[in-house]
């Protein structure tokens, strides 16, 4: 062994990027000491594509990131330069926020809450090898120089730095995003652990130097007013603020031609790139090759920070050669004249097959490891923070011989993605959608602090005082719900006045408030004219008081689908079972049982491969061996 | 597993007797819901009691109900047994009406899966068990494959796409809220479009099931027409009692009958008149429910005289059906009226027939034949399976209900929810399921992403 032995450490997070950070946080925030590695220090938290934070499903995450005691809305909210709702029309359960950030500013005020962070150590250095003793529980870590780190747990958060190469035209780096140096160690040492890995690619635009566009030949795009916070802890208040606008413009038929005129001249149609590419987020080629009959595509302009001129441009993510893509850029209305700052790019990284991992993001044969993030296949950096709190938690949960924490499906977004990701696998970046959460209308971005606070506080990174605030709210928005049911509104010719103007059926006979708030046209604010005992309360409790009763049936019925998907969760698939001996599975369903090691009768119905009538079968040999 | 489950549990045929079998907490509470008890005294377990299936208040058929409680019973749960006499029609329709009433249909083997779950099947059964399901719900599938012809499958996977095409319109917008708005209009159009596709596939159910267990055709006509005559003479042998007293014929006689490769359910009911016989309007009642689910119906007139209130009173009731036929019975004696002339003022074709002297039977049969071979009608377009129909029917449902919403201008999510179901509903159908479709429709038809 090279170096000298350091400090025992509880717990080494590998990566300093969303996820470590979160990992690192978590860890040292539940009293373990912790060392957090990156590359480059100056790194941490960094932005390397989009500048914002939120959007459809993502805000989910980070709100529900909140209310577990993580780190990212707070950040955000110190940091965001502009902030929307989006999807405000289209109901309850898809509202999203979305924030710019002000890229410099986001991670270095991350920075800075990781070094005020007691017991967290941060610490510039490229780790290449996981030591694992012969039990397969892991010991340490060696950084490029040698020294060993003993450390109780190690959180794998290395992003797209593995065996990392960036691609533009003919050009290839052997970087990481953004010109980082790449990990180029540490893929073989996970080879050598037994660990399956995949290659995957993404990709960025390029920037472009503000003072080069001309913003009159664009949509503007202004923020939302009041601002909504992220973070519950945060005031609103606290927070409003002048925004900066972006801006919205779009592809035409030359844009098109350029690309199609220089599609051999791109690594990814050239057959360079090997790595498997995302639907999720592809790049302006791919666009226009698979959607050859779209004449034009969005195309957003959005601010990278404040305190730059750089601007990213949504929606061109490319690999196309320089000249290609400066003259594809340069198509665009208030372009002809802009300078390119840095070239769009591809990358291609090493990330694990998800499917190797617990549902605590623990590896299945290696005690003490975990891993979060893109690593594990997905993409964002709110996919990247969630894992990373979860990561965080469980591993000082390990390192304290507690059981995991794991967050299911019916609970929130993370559990959706953790569950996709370790269950069904992935073969593409993975992106969080609404569409793949089956009980949305329940796992609203108005309600993951009642959700998952209780999580928070029970795994110990929420505080007595802001739980206690929790139960307090959750009680008035049941006295208030109590009182809107139970108040009957007397038929008088005011109130009938009252609906005709609200464009809604007038009543012959008493009705009650609740009643009246569930009828489209009308709701909670709306009928505060016609509810004299309404008591004073603050906008959160009044919008969960109205969502409930409004959608009250439509909850209902997913409350019951929950109650259906809990009880086979419930079951629990003892680890020692041997599929290979019950006959009355078929053998495709033996294997993938075998292989995937599910812990209980839900997560075996979700595996590809396994039916309905497998499970039956499981169930008679489950209650088989009760009865023995 | 407390949903109560309900099937047929005696093997489909031409057995007289059918016994649907109803297991679990609201057993009784099903029931009752289509069972009318002889006597209103309560159902006391371990005895058999006397009564009527009722559909929508029409007695369709005498049966005996026994009851057995959790936990002294097969399954260890509570079972109800519904003896029916009429047949494979009656046993499905009382199947139909427990589903209606909240059951749930029962898959392969689960009858036996509860008894071994409840601990009522000795342990070194459980191998057989599991065995046992895997081989019958590979042998339901295969049924099911055998019962869903390539073109109706097709047809409900293309339907399931559209559903998914629409979601996938709604989904894209909702994550990828820079995308343009679904159009609401379009939307409604597009699912009660379905929707009625479904519904009437669903509504074909029932010939599919005719045309493979045999065409219900129905004798009516006022008393005295000579019904029970025509069913002798097609059945070439004496088997309803037939006399010169209006009104004789007081039950339902159910007869299969071989015109080509056609199964016909001949039922000779009793003739529509107002009557004070009480026992006689049991069995008007009786013939208007025999009629009402009849696939064809042979509407029997006397040639010999003038029409009378009863006939065009039996019209009334009639003329809404899919497929009726006027039989001009009696026609050796002076023809009163031509058959062109009737077909004209009724919209239906009218034969000539001897019922006494046997002619003009075979131009009947001829017509029955074409009627049920020519063009859309054929077995391979019908939902067969009662599970397929039931499946059907719940998209419908939920197409509607997310068609209401969108019309109602509920938010997108909620309609979706609608979708969903819709989407999974069919999926049992097809085999298909869910889950990954819809993303990777959003993705293959709509451009996103950064």
Redesign the interface.
């Known amino acids: 062994m090279l170096g000298s032995e350091y400090l025992n450490w509880d717990v080494a997070v590998v990566g300093g990027g969303h996820a470590g950070c979160e990992a690192a946080l978590a860890s040292a925030r539940l009293g373990l000491n912790v060392i957090l590695f990156a590359i480059q220090l100056d790194s941490i938290a960094m932005m390397p ?2 500048p914002n934070i939120g ?3 993502k805000g989910h995450l980070v709100r529900e990131l909140d209310a577990l005691g993580g780190e990212m809305a707070k950040n955000i909210d110190k940091t965001f330069i502009q902030s929307r709702m ?2 405000a ?6 509202y ?1 926020l979305r924030a710019q950030a002000d890229k410099r500013r986001y991670a270095w005020e991350m920075r800075r809450t990781l070094e005020n962070t007691r017991n967290l150590c941060i610490r510039q250095s490229e780790i290449t090898d996981v030591k694992v003793d012969e039990t397969g529980r892991v010991l340490g870590v060696y950084s490029e120089s040698g020294a060993f780190y003993e450390c109780g747990a190690v959180v794998l958060c290395t992003g797209t730095y593995l065996k990392a190469r960036c691609l533009y035209g003919d050009v290839i780096h052997a970087t990481g995003p953004n010109g980082q140096r790449a990990s180029v160690g540490l893929s073989d040492s996970l080879k050598r652990l037994g660990i399956r890995l995949q290659r995957f690619k993404t990709g960025t ?1 390029a920037r472009i130097d503000r003072n080069s566009i001309d913003f009159s030949k664009m949509e503007i795009q202004n923020g939302d007013e009041p601002i909504v916070p992220f973070s519950f802890d945060t005031d609103p208040r606290s927070i409003q603020r002048a925004q900066v606008p972006c801006y919205l413009t779009y592809t035409n038929s030359l844009t098109h031609e350029v690309i199609r005129a220089n599609l051999s001249r791109s690594p990814m149609y050239g057959g360079v790139i090997e790595g498997t590419g ?5 790049s302006i080629e791919d ?1 226009v090759v ?2 050859a009959d ?1 004449e034009r ?2 195309v ?1 302009i959005e601010p990278e920070g404040e305190d730059t001129s750089e601007m990213y441009i ?2 061109m ?1 490319t690999s196309l050669p320089e000249d290609v893509q400066e003259a594809m850029y340069r198509s665009l209305p208030g372009m002809s004249g802009c300078r390119v700052t840095r070239n769009g790019y591809a990358i291609e990284y090493d990330c694990i097959d998800p499917t190797q991992l617990t549902t605590g993001l623990m590896f299945r044969d290696i005690c003490g490891l975990f891993s979060a993030g893109q690593i594990n296949g997905s993409s964002g950096y709110e996919e990247a923070a969630a894992q990373g709190i979860v990561a965080g938690i469980n591993a000082a949960r390990f390192v304290r011989n507690k059981p995991p924490i794991v967050i299911d499906r019916s609970e929130g977004y993370i559990g959706v993605l953790i569950d996709d990701l370790v269950i069904k696998g992935t073969n593409e970046p993975y992106r969080m ?4 959460a ?1 009980y ?2 329940l796992l609203r971005q108005d309600n993951a602090d009642i959700r998952l606070r209780p999580k928070g506080y029970g795994a110990g990174l929420v505080s007595r005082e802001k739980y206690e605030r929790l139960i307090s709210k959750t009680r008035e928005i049941e006295d208030e719900i109590e009182r809107v049911r139970k108040t009957v509104i007397a038929p008088s010719t005011r109130i009938n006045e009252f609906l005709r103007l609200n464009g809604s059926a007038e009543t012959m006979t008493g009705v009650t408030l609740a009643e009246l708030i569930k009828r ?2 009308l709701s909670c604010s709306v009928c505060a004219v016609i509810d004299s005992g309404r008591p004073e309360l603050p906008e959160d409790i009044r919008e969960q008081v109205n969502i409930q009763i409004k ?1 009250e049936g ?1 909850i209902k ?2 409350a019951a689908q929950v109650e259906q998907f809990k ?1 086979m969760e419930g079951r629990k698939l003892p680890d020692n079972i041997n599929y290979a001996a ?5 053998l495709e369903a033996r294997q993938k049982l075998e292989f995937h090691k599910p812990v209980n009768l839900g997560q075996a119905g979700r595996i590809t491969g396994v ?4 499970i ?2 499981l ?3 489950l ?2 061996n009760k ?2 | 597993m407390n949903e109560t489950i309900a099937a047929v549990s005696t093997p489909a045929g031409r057995g007289g007797i059918g016994i649907v079998r109803i297991c679990g907490s609201e057993a009784l509470r099903i029931a009752a819901e289509f069972f009318i008890l002889k006597h209103k005294k309560p159902i006391k377990p371990y005895t058999i009691r006397y009564g009527f299936i009722y559909d929508g208040g029409l007695p369709i058929d005498e049966a005996l109900l026994s009851y057995m409680k959790a936990p002294r019973s097969y399954t260890a749960l509570d079972t109800v047994e519904i003896n029916c006499h009429g047949g494979y029609a009656v046993v499905q329709k009382a199947l139909g009406l427990a589903l209606k009433a909240g059951a749930r249909l029962a898959e392969p083997g689960e009858f036996t899966k509860l008894a071994f779950l409840n601990g009522r099947i000795d342990l070194s059964q459980a191998e057989a068990v599991m065995d046992i399901i895997n081989a019958e719900s590979d042998y339901a599938l295969a049924s099911a494959a055998r019962q869903l012809s390539g073109s109706v499958k097709n047809r409900i996977s293309s339907l399931r796409d559209e559903i998914l095409d629409v979601q996938a319109l709604i989904e894209v917008s909702v994550d990828y809220p820079e995308y343009e708005d679904a159009d609401r209009t379009v939307i409604i159009e597009r699912l009660s479009g379905i929707s009625d596709k479904l519904t009437n596939m669903a509504a074909f159910a029932n010939l599919g099931r005719a045309l493979a267990h045999g065409v219900k055709t129905a004798i009516v006509g006022r008393p005295n027409t000579g019904k029970s005559s025509l069913l002798n003479a097609l059945l070439e042998r004496e088997r309803a009692i037939v006399t010169e007293i209006p009104g004789t014929t007081r039950d339902v006689l159910s007869e299969k009958l071989h015109v080509g490769s056609l199964i016909l359910d001949l039922m000779d009911t009793a003739g529509l008149r107002q009557s004070a016989d009480s026992i006689e309007r049991l069995g008007i009642e009786r013939t208007l429910a025999c009629a009402s689910e009849a696939d064809l119906i042979l509407w029997i007139l006397d040639a010999s005289c003038e029409m009378n209130e009863d006939d065009l009173a039996v019209w009334e009731i009639i003329r809404g059906y899919r497929r009726v036929i006027g039989v001009l019975n009696k026609s050796d004696l002076p023809p009163i009226w031509d058959t062109d002339g009737m077909a004209a003022r009724f919209g239906i074709p009218f034969f000539n027939v001897s019922a006494r002297y046997l002619y003009g039977l075979d131009s009947v049969k001829e017509h029955i034949i074409n009627l049920f071979a020519a063009g859309d009608i054929t077995s391979g377009d019908a939902l067969t399976a009662e599970r397929h129909k039931q499946a059907a029917e719940r998209a419908a449902a939920s197409l509607q209900n997310a068609a209401e919403a969108a019309g109602a201008g509920l938010p997108d999510d909620l309609i979706s929810m609608d979708l969903t179901e819709a989407v999974s509903a069919l999926g049992e159908i097809t085999g298909e399921n869910a889950g990954g479709d819809l993303i990777d429709r959003i993705f293959s038809s709509f451009c996103v992403g950064k």
């Not at chain 1, 995302?278 to 592809?282: L, S």
């Not at chain 1, 039916?611 to 497998?614: C, K, L, T, V």
């Open positions: 594509c989009n959007g459809s499903s989006l999807n029309s289209k109901g309850p359960a898809v999203s635009p995302a639907r999720y987020c592809p666009k698979r959607f779209k595509h969005q957003f949504s929606g993510s959608l609404t569409s793949r089956e949305r209308l489209p046209e959608y439509y019925r997913q009880r019950i006959s009355g599975l078929r039916s309905p009538a497998d039956s079968v169930i008679v040999f209650t088989a009865l023995q």
